[in-house]
Structures are given as C-alpha cells and as structure tokens.
C-alpha cells in the first residue's frame, strides 16, 4: 500500500481520530472554510465518533487540514461505513490529503472489521471521479436524481443536486492495485476511448467549451460517458450549458444502468490540445445486476 494508507504521520500531517471538543469544532470551522456556510454539529461527530462512526482528521501541526466523517450503514443484507463527508481546507488541497484522509479512512474501518465503504459524489466533478473511481478504485454502482433536493449554490454549482453512488470494496483486488498506484497507462487510456461508443455526444460551442449535442444508449460494446474536463469553466463561461450537461449525463447513467452496463473506470484523456474526462463503462455478464436500475430521490 502507499504512504497514504499508513496510520500517524504522513508527510508532514497526522492522521487520526478525533478525541476533544476543541477538534470536533475545527470541522465545523474547516467546513465554513470551503463551502462559507453550514456544518457539521460538534454533538453529532460525538456521538457519531463512539457509536460505530469515525470522525477522522489530517492535522498540520495542531491545525485540521481536512477530515472524513462516516458512519455505520445497513441495507438488509450487508453492513458498511457511508462516508458522509470528507473536506480539504483549500490551502491544502494541492496535498494530496484527500486520496489519504480516504486511505487512512480505509484503514480505520478494516480495523472495525467491516469490507466495505459507500459514499456519493456529484458526477460531472472531474476531479472526485478521477479520486473516487480512478485512484481509489470504488464502482459507481447507482445514480440518483435530486438527492439532496434544493441546495444553497455553494454547495452544487447551482445545479439539481444528482448524485452517484459508489461501493468501495476495501480488500479487493482493484483497490489494492490503485492503492499501490497501478493504472492503465495514458496510451492505454486513449486507445480504450477511441476503441469505445460515445453514451454522450459532445460538440464544441464558440466559447471554445464542449456542450452535450446527444444522448444514446449503449448497446453491448463498450463505452464511455463523457462529463466536463471543468465543470468552473462550465460555470463561468457558460452557465447555460450547466443545465444541459446535468440532464444529458443524467439520462445517459440512467440508460446505461437500466441496460445493465458497469462503470468499470475513470480518465482524463489528451486529444490533441484539449483534456477530456470520462467514465469508462462495459456490459455486464446477463443476469448480473452489476447496472442496477437508476434511483429516484423522492
């Protein structure tokens, strides 16, 4: 495993849990940092922290850098820790720290005896689904329309607040392997995109940013789902383009899902000048419910 699973101090940071009041309320303070308004209450990290929880810190000395909080979660069947929220003070955020606030994450909860982690990210953000699925290894595994319902901006860009949900098998053999840095090469990445069927169709606007042209579903080859390299951009240059863009990923998640495709990866790939991300998917073996049907937030 890489230095970023390693328990104490990584790099200039301590990774632990956190223990005093003092530190319950340095989330709330980096919380305010990154998003200016909210948090987390300091009673429930308590109770979250000795009720089968984990509220989990990086520190810069004394100070938070980030944290991860969790907590226990049930379907029926199988027992995991939701990771509820990790953050990164934005002057940390060239560190690293969240790929290894998630690998110490991971430690803590094999010591709890517990395989595996669920969370949800917002799936046009380039960036968490480069570190969720592509360095970390978890599979998206279900798409939701308006989890949250209406947000303050700050939080979702302005946009319906759709999410993806991803299964992080702890001990499996593709998170060891992206834990221990193996990854297809940039070539290899390439050559899978230019060797795959668009789910959405991309063209570029007089802006110079790319905006969604088509939606279609895949039909037993493989594929990719392209989102933007820049959502901000997307935000700043063209804002009208970011409704576009949450609607045609939503429906072409949706089609993949409900004809049973897997996300299988994650890649920012090079095409010329310009970079370009997208989700990797292939068909699931039939009978398999590895594309499980799209969910609706109610």
Not at 227 to 247: K, M, N
Not at 256 to 272: K, N, P
């Amino acid at each position: 495993m890489t230095d970023a699973g390693v328990s104490g101090d990584v790099r200039g940071f301590r990774f632990r849990k956190l223990e005093k009041p003092e530190e319950f309320r340095q989330v709330v303070e980096v919380y305010r940092a990154i998003w200016g308004e909210g948090e987390i209450p300091t009673t429930l990290q308590r109770a979250l922290q000795d009720n089968g929880g984990l509220v989990l810190g990086a520190f810069a000395d004394i100070h938070l850098a980030g944290f991860a909080i969790s907590l226990l979660g049930w379907d029926g069947v199988t027992l995991y820790q939701y990771s509820h929220t990790t953050a990164v003070r934005p002057e940390y955020q060239n560190h690293h720290l969240g790929f290894r606030l998630k690998a110490f994450q991971r430690d803590e909860v094999l010591k709890l005896g517990l395989a595996e982690i669920r969370w949800v990210f917002d799936p046009l953000l380039s960036r968490n689904a480069r570190l969720n699925v592509r360095l970390l290894g978890a599979t998206p595994d279900r798409y939701h329309i308006h989890y949250y319902g209406q947000m303050p901006e700050a939080l979702n860009e302005g946009l319906e607040s759709d999410r993806l949900r991803v299964r992080w098998e702890l001990t499996s053999s593709r998170v060891e392997e992206r834990l221990a840095g193996k990854f297809p090469t940039p070539d290899e990445d390439f050559d899978r995109w230019k060797g795959s069927t668009a789910i959405v169709e991309t063209e570029v606007g007089e802006k110079g940013l790319r905006t969604p042209s088509a939606v279609t579903e895949p039909g037993g080859s493989p594929a990719h789902l392209e989102i933007p390299f820049d959502l901000a951009a997307v935000r700043e240059h063209e804002p009208s383009a970011l409704r576009t863009w949450r609607h045609a990923v939503r429906d072409g998640f949706r089609a993949a899902f409900d004809v049973g495709y897997r996300v299988d990866d994650f890649a920012v790939v090079t095409a010329g000048h310009e970079r370009r991300s997208f989700y990797f998917l292939i068909p699931g073996p039939k009978g398999s419910d590895a594309g499980a049907p799209a969910a609706r937030s109610v």
